[in-house]
C-alpha cells in the first residue's frame, strides 16, 4: 500500500461523473462502512463517491418497525437491504471502494460475503445512541478486521462526554482510531476515511513502500 495520501481526491468528491479509474491507480482497496440503522452510512458514501453510487434501498414498512429499532430515528423512512457502493481515488494512487452494510440484526447473514476481501472498515457511531453499535463493532472484531471509529454529528447530538469516555463506552483497544465526521460533508467523510487508511498503513508498514 502507498505512503499515506494527502486529503484531497483526484476528483470533486460528491459530485459523480468519472467511470473508469485514473491512469495512476495503483493500490485497489476494499472498505467497508458499517455502523447501526440510521447511522449515515448511505449519506457518506454519497458525499464521498466519484461514480453514481449504488443503493439498495426499500421504503420501510409497518412489518419491519416491528423488528428494526427506529430509537432515535423516527424519521427515516427507507433502509438498505443489500450494500451501498461507491469509489474514491485518493492521492497516492489508492482507491477504495466503498460498501456499505446493512445495520440492522435481520440482515446478518449477508455479513459474511459482504466482508469478504475487505481490508479495513469505517464504523460510523452516533453518540446519542451508543448501545445500537455494540453488535457491529462485535461483528467487525469477529471478522478481525482493523477499524477506524467515527462519530456522525447529527443536529441535535450535544454529546457532554469527553473522548476518553466515549472509548471506553465502547470499550475500544488503546490502538484503535476515534474520529468526529459529518456525513453530509465531503472532506469530513474523506479526513475519516484517511484515517483508516493511515491505520491500515500504520498496521503494515512493509507494504506501503
Given amino acids: 500500500m502507498a505512503s499515506a495520501p494527502s486529503s484531497t481526491a483526484s476528483s470533486a468528491p460528491g459530485t459523480p461523473g468519472r467511470v473508469h479509474l485514473p491512469d495512476t491507480a495503483r493500490d485497489l482497496v476494499k472498505i467497508l462502512v458499517t ?75 449477508l455479513w459474511d460475503d459482504i466482508a469478504y476481501g475487505a481490508l479495513g472498515a469505517l464504523v460510523l457511531v452516533d453518540s446519542r445512541r451508543i448501545d445500537a453499535s455494540f453488535d457491529v463493532l462485535g461483528l467487525v472484531e469477529e471478522t478481525g478486521l482493523p477499524y477506524t471509529v467515527a462519530f456522525n454529528t447529527f443536529p441535535d447530538a450535544q454529546s457532554h462526554h469527553t473522548g ?45 513502500r
Avoid: W
Fill in 164 to 208: 476518553e469516555q466515549l472509548r471506553a463506552a465502547l470499550d475500544l483497544e488503546p490502538g484503535t482510531p476515534m474520529v468526529t465526521c459529518d456525513a453530509r460533508d465531503a472532506n469530513s467523510s474523506i479526513d475519516a476515511l484517511l484515517t483508516l487508511v493511515q491505520h491500515l498503513i500504520d498496521r503494515h508498514p512493509s507494504e506501503s
Fill in 35 to 109: 455502523g447501526p440503522f440510521g447511522v449515515g452510512k448511505t449519506t457518506l458514501i454519497d458525499s464521498v463517491s466519484e461514480i453514481v453510487p449504488l443503493h439498495t434501498e426499500e421504503q420501510l414498512s409497518e412489518a419491519s418497525a416491528q423488528v428494526d429499532d427506529l430509537e432515535g430515528v423516527r424519521d427515516k423512512s427507507t433502509t438498505t437491504v443489500a450494500i451501498d457502493f461507491g469509489r474514491i481515488s485518493l492521492a497516492g494512487g489508492i482507491v477504495l471502494y466503498l460498501f456499505g452494510t446493512p445495520g440492522q440484526e435481520r440482515f446478518r447473514a
